[in-house]
T-cell receptor, first 113, second 106 residues
Framework: DTGVSQDPRHKITKRGQNVTFRCDPISEHNRLYWYRQTLGQGPEFLTYFQNEAQLEKSRLLSDRFSAERPKGSFSTLEIQRTEQGDSAMYLC???????????FGPGTRLLVL | AQRVTQPEKLLSVFKGAPVELKCNYSYSGSPELFWYVQYSRQRLQLLLRHISRESIKGFTADLNKGETSFHLKKPFAQEEDSAMYYCALPPDDMRFGAGTRLTVKP
């Protein structure tokens, strides 16, 4: 499968714990996006990278959230001191041009107890 | 601020009936709009973009700048069209509507 992959697919954690998610984009794609999707809502943009540079961050990305993309390949999204409101599906997408050509991963579903 | 609104959370039609999923947008400038679809247990995927003016799986969407709308239409719905549909608006990142769950009944 040469599509976008995300790991883990599911994560259950207790409030206050830190979690880290990984996204592996399609290999030739230089842009990588993170979205959050809560129940009944469409995906909400969090941040995006062009190669290793983080070019835009949403106001949704509080200080507890950090994303990296070392070497412009895979990316990680870390949430520190998780809160119940962080429970959501976290989606990653990659593209070779702009957001209009992005391909989505299967998502990581986070449940914070 | 750029925004898309999908006024219907749920839409149910019978097989063979026409279907229209509504999308309204707010954008200063010349927008480029998209429809994404997510079938059960599958990834979110692009269905069509207005700039290509093509029909995908029998669906079409016309940008109406006067009404600021980009409604998705299909003249004869099929059961396999049952899915979540999202309207979306770039340019810097993709702003998605809340989505409409389409159910096509046999």
């Amino acid at each position: 499968d040469t599509g976008v992959s995300q790991d883990p697919r599911h994560k259950i954690t207790k409030r206050g714990q830190n979690v880290t998610f990984r996204c592996d984009p399609i290999s030739e794609h230089n842009r990588l996006y993170w979205y959050r999707q809560t129940l009944g809502q469409g995906p909400e943009f969090l941040t995006y990278f062009q190669n290793e540079a983080q070019l835009e961050k949403s106001r949704l990305l509080s200080d507890r959230f950090s994303a990296e993309r070392p070497k412009g390949s895979f990316s990680t999204l870390e949430i520190q001191r998780t809160e119940q409101g962080d429970s959501a599906m976290y989606l990653c997408a990659s593209s070779s041009k702009g957001p209009e050509t992005q391909y989505f991963g299967p998502g990581t579903r986070l449940l914070v107890l | 601020a750029q925004r898309v609104t999908q006024p219907e959370k749920l839409l149910s039609v019978f097989k063979g009936a026409p279907v229209e999923l509504k999308c309204n947008y707010s954008y200063s400038g010349s927008p480029e709009l998209f429809w994404y679809v997510q079938y059960s247990r599958q990834r979110l995927q692009l269905l069509l973009r207005h700039i290509s003016r093509e029909s995908i799986k029998g669906f079409t969407a016309d940008l109406n700048k006067g009404e600021t709308s980009f409604h998705l239409k299909k003249p004869f719905a099929q059961e396999e069209d049952s899915a979540m549909y999202y309207c979306a608006l770039p340019p810097d990142d993709m702003r998605f509507g809340a989505g409409t769950r389409l159910t096509v009944k046999p």
